[in-house]
T-cell receptor, first 112, second 112 residues
Framework: GEDVEQSLFLSVREGDSSVINCTYTDSSSTYLYWYKQEPGAGLQLLTYIFSNMDMKQDQRLTVLLNKKDKHLSLRIADTQTGDSAIYFCAESMKGGYNKLIFGAGTRLAVHP | NAGVTQTPKFRVLKTGQSMTLLCAQDMNHEYMYWYRQDPGMGLRLIHYSVGEGTTAKGEVPDGYNVSRLKKQNFLLGLESAAPSQTSVYFC???????????FGDGTRLSIL
């Protein structure tokens, strides 16, 4: 079946790197996404990667995809207090209507 | 740029009441979606639409109805609200099935 799993909580010190991990089960996914949700707000698209890529870098964000292990990670360099939020991993299923399967979200807490 | 706008932002209902949530997008997107977000869970798809005049069931459609009479609007209806429908509801849109979904800020709905 379709399932996306993430660890629920991550705490890092300001200035350190954060790595948020995600595993998925369906090998037919086309795109994998990272969304950020701040308290009381909607989901903001951070970045995404096509399933035939291994890595994507966008300023402080690095996405790594290991298709063999069905593992996706998001690295945030030089983490700031403004990065404190919930981060959702989602996979887009092949065919049809851009169906997204979301993980439960990882709450990132950045402390001084 | 308004993007995806949801109204209302908050609402409290009594069990058995009905209401309609409105989603409006000004990006001329074909695809629109309604999700619900519950604590400790990822977003789950309620209904979606692949174009004006079309609707289809998602993962958790029971108790909800939708309409897409105009391309820019996607309405979510609760005919007889139940406490289990207490949730945060998100609307999203995308121009094609291979592009990221853009989310609204959500509607927080409590049913007593």
């Amino acid at each position: 079946g379709e399932d996306v799993e993430q660890s629920l909580f991550l705490s890092v010190r300001e200035g350190d790197s954060s790595v948020i991990n995600c595993t998925y089960t369906d090998s037919s996914s086309t795109y994998l996404y990272w969304y950020k949700q701040e308290p009381g707000a909607g989901l903001q698209l951070l970045t995404y990667i096509f399933s035939n890529m291994d890595m994507k870098q966008d300023q402080r964000l690095t996405v790594l995809l290991n298709k063999k292990d069905k593992h996706l990670s998001l690295r945030i360099a030089d983490t700031q207090t403004g990065d404190s939020a919930i981060y959702f991993c989602a996979e887009s299923m092949k065919g049809g209507y851009n169906k997204l399967i979301f993980g439960a979200g990882t709450r990132l807490a950045v402390h001084p | 740029n308004a993007g995806v706008t949801q109204t209302p932002k908050f609402r409290v209902l009594k069990t058995g009441q009905s209401m309609t949530l409105l989603c409006a997008q000004d990006m001329n997107h074909e695809y629109m979606y309604w999700y619900r977000q519950d604590p400790g869970m990822g977003l789950r798809l309620i209904h979606y639409s692949v174009g004006e005049g079309t609707t289809a069931k998602g993962e958790v459609p029971d108790g909800y109805n939708v309409s897409r009479l105009k391309k820019q609007n996607f309405l979510l209806g609760l005919e007889s609200a139940a406490p289990s429908q207490t949730s945060v509801y998100f609307c999203a849109s995308t121009p094609t099935e291979s592009q990221p979904q853009h989310f609204g800020d959500g509607t927080r709905l409590s049913i007593l």
